[in-house]
């Protein structure tokens, strides 16, 4: 799974250009974290393709709030996981933690940016 | 008849990864020079984590080893603050699977977890020591301390949140 993603992200960086990163991440910070937010909470794997992935949008000019709001919502919201959790610990509950966990991503986000900029 | 069988056991996991390299060898006739440029940018990435991956591995291996469901489980039990507290370290903590996870957390609800420090559990999982490495590769230090002190923040904000929904939830189950 890491080797496949690993390969897959050396063409994405290779094929798609700069350009197409800063017209999908337009700067707004709660869009982009948005964006992250979505593309993080449908990814699956290990945390560790997440970083690698995460680390490649940086290099690409991707924003600091949407690449925290993709790293985070990777590893909370677990949409694949989500018909055993319903199962196992309650349909309601599976669905609250979830949508919340999305919500809270992009709130992440930012407070993380927010934060750093103080710190900084 | 056995390449077939073969094939009908291959996971996911080899189908995608066998997938990437079909599309390798497609752009190697199509395109040459997209794919020595990918093939060049793989290399970067790969020279760049290797020497964190015997970390991460070897870290890895130890916390699988030392906290296990059940270690994790045993301190779950305390009550008031603590519990809180136990929660949070018991999620930065484990490992495994989260599905492992879910029978576990569905027999400690029936002993008196509430749903919310459930939550808190399974956001605080987010949190892996042993990835740590990795992502200072790509990440500042100062980022890593940032995101994991905001996110064990949150995950008690979120506990409490699901607390209270899951309370309004029962009650007007109880009231129809």
Known sequence: MILGTILLIS?????????????????NSFLDSLVGSLIGSISAGSPMVSYIAGGEMLSQGVGL????????????????????????????????RNLSAFIFSIVVAIITVLLLGVLS | ????????????SWYFLLTVILVYA?????????????IGFFNQIIYKIIPI???VFILMTLSNYFITPKVVIKH???????????????????SGPIYMWYPLLADLKKKGLSYGLIACFLYNRAIKIPLLPLMIVYFSWQYIFVLI????????????????????????????
Do not use: H
Not at chain 1, 11 to 27: D, E, R
Not at chain 1, 69 to 93: D, H
Not at chain 2, 1 to 12: A, D, E, H, T, Y
């Open chain 1, 65 to 96: 709030i949407a690449v925290t709001a993709f790293l985070v919502s990777w590893v909370t919201v677990g949409l694949i996981q989500l018909p055993a959790e319903s199962t196992i610990l309650g349909k309601k509950f599976a669905l609250l």
């Open chain 2, 53 to 55: 991956f015997i970390l």
């Open chain 2, 76 to 94: 779950l039990k305390d009550k008031g603050i603590k519990k809180w507290f136990f929660v949070i370290v018991g999620g930065i903590l484990s």
């Open chain 2, 26 to 38: 497609l752009f190697s006739i199509l395109n040459k020079e997209l794919y020595l440029s990918s």
């Open chain 2, 149 to 176: 002190i905001v996110m064990i923040f949150v995950s008690i904000v979120q506990g409490i949140l699901i607390n209270k929904l899951m309370e309004v939830k029962n009650e007007n189950s109880n009231s129809v």
């Open chain 1, 11 to 27: 063409l994405i960086s290779v094929v798609v250009p700069k350009s197409f990163y800063i017209s999908v991440f337009s700067k």
């Open chain 2, 1 to 12: 008849m056995k390449f077939k069988n073969k094939i009908k056991q291959l996971s996911g």
